[in-house]
């Protein structure tokens, strides 16, 4: 599992992942998303943009790692 938000530490995380896993492994990509703030009623244009944002990343991480070789993916977006 790695979560990824575009830092130096995701790419790390990726990095040392991609060196351990087996051919049948499956790795798993989570962002979290903080959209809502407690008190703040977001524009739904806003919310798009995130979610926007999140699936780029998420489509990101995806890609490289089938570019990588590993067959099994899974990714999971939450929102905070």
């Not at 599992?1 to 990095?15: C, L, P, R, T």
């Not at 896993?21 to 809502?36: C, G, H, M, Q, Y």
Request: aromatic share 6%; charged share 30%; glycine share 4%.
């Amino acid at each position: 599992m790695i979560a990824v938000d575009g830092s130096e530490h995701s790419e790390k995380a990726y990095q040392i992942a991609a060196k351990i896993l087996k051919a049948d492994d499956e790795i798993l990509f989570i962002s979290v998303t903080p959209i809502v703030k407690e008190n703040v009623d977001l524009s739904t244009s806003s919310k798009a943009k995130a979610r926007g944002t999140a699936k780029e990343l998420l489509d990101h991480w995806q890609k490289r790692a089938s570019d990588d070789g590993v067959r099994k993916q899974n990714v999971h977006l939450y929102f905070c």
